[in-house]
């Protein structure tokens, strides 16, 4: 006979799949409204999470919005700059006035200015990290204290394989040291809350194949990106997918503080 413990019978009774279900949780997605927060957005609807769709862009998160309610998604979209404090305690207020609670947060909005550094302007590398990292901080400061007082939650930030190593031959110090920034922020939010109930971890991404990499200034880049990885292609946001629902679910309820490589083995060298 069987012996009949979690293994045998699944956590709460439930088989490992299930344990990768969203349903009944609330997610917001920062930058959601194209490239890899589209795509996060999209994997945290169809795992069953309702969605809130965080854009800059009133028309980018919007046409998202568009697509997960042809899922037969619930989302709805808010128009938030994360630089400023005000608009992000709103964007709180107005999730958990609609939907009663926030369990989910992915924090993914980020800006590069690429330059090499004794050109860097200064007004540039305050933009950086006003956006990829005081930016960072208040949606966290924000969605932690929510979820702190349910004694539950999942927060993932978006930071970069440009974490630890100097991707090339591209120039971006100010990028680099603010993904830097955000591991460091997300161990040090990990380490507060984690006899709290609140998870913390950051996916670190390679260079993924986005409408940004179309651009004059980057498209010549490719043939050494994908020179310098070892499966020799780009990431696509698909890529990272599996990773979003797995760092939002129950999985990975005793990982925290981690962050989750996904760059086709490019910080192998």
């Known amino acids: 006979m069987p012996e009949f413990d979690e293994v045998f019978s ?8 299930s344990r990768y279900s969203l349903a009944g949780r609330v997610s917001l997605v920062t930058g959601g409204g194209q490239g890899i927060g589209r795509a996060f957005a999209h994997a945290l609807g169809e795992a069953g999470s309702k969605v809130a769709i965080i854009d800059m862009s009133k028309e980018r998160a919007e046409h998202v919005v568009s697509e997960l309610h ?25 999730i958990i006035d609609h939907w009663g609670k926030l369990d989910i947060a992915f924090n993914n909005a980020g800006i590069n200015k690429n330059a090499a550094a004794e050109e860097t302007k200064l007004k540039d590398w305050d933009a950086t990290f006003s956006v990829n990292l005081r930016g960072m ?7 932690g204290r929510v979820m702190l007082q349910a004694g539950y939650g999942k927060i993932i930030n978006t930071a970069s394989m440009s974490s630890i190593i100097v991707p090339h031959p591209q120039k971006q110090a100010a990028y680099n040291t603010s993904k830097a920034g955000v591991v460091q922020l997300t161990k040090s939010l990990a380490a507060e809350w984690a006899d709290r109930g609140v998870r913390v971890n950051c996916l670190s991404p390679g260079i993924i194949h986005t409408d940004l990499l179309e651009t004059e200034e980057l498209k010549p880049l490719t043939a050494q990106w994908i020179h310098d990885i070892p499966m020799h292609r780009l990431g696509e946001v698909t890529d990272l997918q599996g990773a979003a629902v797995f760092l939002a679910s129950s999985v990975s309820d005793y990982m925290t503080g981690h962050n989750l490589i996904i760059d086709g083995g490019q910080t192998l060298w």
């Not at 979209?77 to 207020?93: A, G, S």
């Open 70 to 94: 042809e899922k037969k998604i619930e989302a709805i979209p808010l128009t938030v700059d994360v630089r400023d404090e005000v608009q992000i305690k709103e964007m709180i207020v107005k």
């Open 137 to 143: 901080f208040l949606c966290c400061q924000a969605e």
């Open 10 to 17: 699944g956590v709460d009774g439930k088989g490992i799949f």
